[in-house]
């Protein structure tokens, strides 16, 4: 029965018995679930480091607005940076209890490195610890361990249980929609498309902040009884005092920022928060093999969309060429960073002297110590060349990314009409 037909019978009071809902969506549906799961996403997964005790409320909003729209744009962007964020706490975690500090967990060290603890010098300049500086400070004995328990950091997390679980539902629903859509051979939208890349990074952005406390204010304070100079000497210094033992850095307002002549974050020194955009250590183990398959699994279900129906040839071509470039940027961009990354760490040298001259090992391994311990100044960053050369792809990647997501828009103009017939049984899943 059609909705003219249903019209008729009500304009002659008739009486009907049993009828089916509608079998189409309009496009306000589709967009409306993108765009819901999209928010969704992005809102309640993000877990931002702790702000500066000056952070005006409206100095947060803008801040977390920022990461929501970067999380559109290239959601893989900070997926790479929570997987670093991981990798950073496992080695906080490993460190800690090596030490004998086995109440240290990955709950700890996440919410040491977020700014969670802030120094106190005798004589005032107050700052965030990281992990690895309160590591320091702890063994060499300057200040106690924290007296906190990770049930005590939670405490302190603001998770909202209702608003994952509405998100849990969300993204199984648009998931599940996706898949049956295509076992039953009925178009599936750009759009739609753009939001499952979306949703597959987000997930696993999430599971990598699994441990990581949620939009935490206010930090612990530890009281240092002496002052700062006397236990770091005359060491010079450029975000913190204990720039020597670990430096918040590099990052993209700290190093590449100043290095391309752009304003930095707040001049204050020593720094008030540890920057969200400081980037990760290089995942290791599970943490890359996650962050690859996430970037490259996002980068291929927009190729998906190779066959699909567009409003125009040169549309549907363009689509393919932004899809392919996506994907090979993504590749290109692992590859660089692990040349990169062999290079900052020595591994090249590492692998030629473990096969050459294995007597040089132990001497080179000191070497390569000290020269990661380095101090680098805010203009300097760990290789030029990998700027330089990150630096194309990156322009390719946005170019791509952007074609992408205004496709997804511009097709909504001529869809294909199967892209209207509802996969009824998605009604009975719990969803906005």
């Known amino acids: 029965m059609t909705e003219d037909d249903l019209a008729r019978i009500v304009a002659s009071g008739g009486r009907v018995g049993w009828i089916d809902g509608a079998s189409y969506r309009g496009t306000w549906d589709i967009v409306w679930l993108c765009v819901a799961t999209t928010f969704i996403c992005t809102y309640t997964l993000l877990c931002l480091n ?12 803008k801040r977390r607005s920022l990461w929501m729209v970067l999380a559109i744009l290239g959601p893989e962007i900070v997926l790479t940076f929570a997987a670093g964020q991981w990798s ?27 700014g969670g603890f802030v120094l106190r010098p005798l004589d005032g300049g107050a700052f965030p610890l ?21 049930a005590d950091v939670w405490d302190r997390s603001k998770q909202d249980r209702l608003a994952k679980a509405i998100t849990a539902f969300q993204v199984a629903y648009i998931v599940l929609e996706c898949i049956g859509r295509a076992c039953q051979n009925v178009a599936i939208t750009t759009l739609e498309l753009n939001t ?50 670990d430096e918040n850095g590099p ?42 398959l996430a970037t490259l699994l996002f980068a291929g279900i927009h190729v998906a969309g190779w066959n699909f129906s567009f409003p125009t040839r040169v549309e549907q071509i363009l689509w393919r060429s932004a899809s392919l470039i996506l994907f090979g940027v993504t590749a290109a961009f692992w590859i660089l960073e692990t040349v990169a990354s062999w290079v900052r760490l020595g591994r090249w040298k590492w692998l030629y002297l473990r096969v050459a001259d294995p007597k040089r090992l132990p001497q080179f391994e000191k070497y390569r110590e000290e020269k990661l311990s380095v101090v680098r100044t805010p203009t300097e960053l ?21 074609y992408l997501i205004s496709e997804a828009f511009l097709e909504l103009r001529s869809v ?17």
């Open 382 to 402: 760990p290789l030029p060349w990998e700027f330089w050369s990150i630096m194309p792809v990156a322009l390719l990647y946005g170019i791509s990314r952007l």
């Open 88 to 114: 950073r706490a496992r080695h906080s975690v490993a460190a800690f209890q090596e030490a004998g500090y086995s109440q240290w967990n990955m709950r700890m060290a996440f919410f040491a490195d977020m």
């Open 130 to 150: 990281n992990a690895k500086q309160l590591h320091w400070l702890v063994t060499n004995g300057h200040i106690d361990y924290p007296n906190l328990k990770p």
């Open 50 to 61: 702790i702000p500066a005790p000056k952070d005006s409320t409206w100095t947060l909003i």
């Open 196 to 245: 499952l890349g979306i949703v597959v990074c987000s997930l696993m952005t999430s599971f990598a902040w699994l441990h990581k406390p949620s939009d935490v204010r206010l930090p612990v304070t530890i009281d240092l009884p002496v002052r700062i100079g006397e236990i770091t000497g005359d060491r010079p210094w450029k975000t913190t005092p204990l720039d020597f033992v």
């Open 251 to 292: 990052g993209w307002s700290i190093n590449v920022q100043p290095f391309v002549g752009m304003p930095v974050i707040p001049p204050e020194r020593p720094i008030q928060r540890i920057p969200n955009d400081r980037f990760p250590m290089n995942p290791y183990g599970v943490q890359e093999y996650c962050v690859c």
């Open 416 to 432: 294909d009409a199967t892209a209207f017939v509802d996969i009824s049984w998605t009604d009975y899943l719990p969803h906005i």
